[in-house]
T-cell receptor, first 115, second 114 residues
């Protein structure tokens, strides 16, 4: 099992540009989560999906952020337009069906720098 | 907001047991306690979780007090590779149904020294 796969590992973009982060969850995991990590705010839950359906997007900071999960094996987090304050490490995680179990498996993250 | 309180940092000698405390005084009866760790620049890694009883796996032991208001993660023989930030998390419950939301706090930075 390759685990949760995120791409790209690093992204540097100019302010105002569109940024798309990608995630492939572990096969068979019904839940997918997007987190953002900064020094100031720590790990923040942005949104999570169950069976490809967004369940809770209350952590999405503003309308510039959007997330989709078109199928069970792929999700995107898009920022349009990007701003310097969006610079952070973005993590994707997946987990099996609800009801306990061994928690989430996180990807290696995408380090985003907006200049 | 995170429902847990942890010391910001701790030190431990290699080979000794590391005992990481966590307070969760407002925990509800159906909420689990989870522990994760994050080694520098990597994604968080699941360690262990529990509800009421003490738990043990190949990585660690989790001791939960009888009133469930606090818990301790024990790494029985700490190694240099255990140096990381350790997060104690209460799994969010909505009404009587546990959700799958895990809200991370600031964690404890554990430094294992030779």
């Amino acid at each position: 099992d390759a685990g949760v796969i995120q791409s790209p590992r690093h992204e540097v973009t100019e302010m105002g540009q569109e940024v798309t982060l990608r995630c492939k969850p572990i096969s068979g995991h019904d839940y997918l989560f997007w987190y953002r990590q900064t020094m100031m705010r720590g790990l923040e839950l942005l949104i999570y999906f169950n069976n490809n359906v967004p369940i809770d997007d209350s952590g999405m900071p503003e309308d510039r952020f959007s997330a989709k999960m078109p199928n069970a094996s792929f999700s995107t987090l898009k920022i349009q337009p990007s701003e310097p304050r969006d610079s952070a490490v973005y993590f994707c995680a997946s987990s099996p069906m609800a009801g306990g179990g061994e928690g989430y498996t996180f990807g290696s993250g995408t380090r985003l720098t907006v200049v | 907001d995170a429902k847990t309180t942890q010391p910001p940092s701790m030190d431990c000698a290699e080979g000794r047991a590391a005992n990481l405390p966590c307070n969760h005084s407002t925990i509800s009866g159906n909420e689990y306690v989870y522990w994760y760790r994050q080694i520098h620049s990597q994604g968080p890694q699941y360690i262990i979780h529990g509800l009421k009883n003490n738990e043990t796996n190949e990585m660690a032991s989790l001791i939960i007090t009888e009133d469930r208001k606090s818990s301790t993660l024990i790494l029985p023989h700490a190694t240099l590779r255990d140096t990381a930030v350790y997060y104690c998390i209460v799994r969010v419950a909505q009404g009587y149904v546990n959700t799958d939301k895990l809200i991370f706090g600031t964690g404890t930075r554990l430094q294992v020294f030779p």
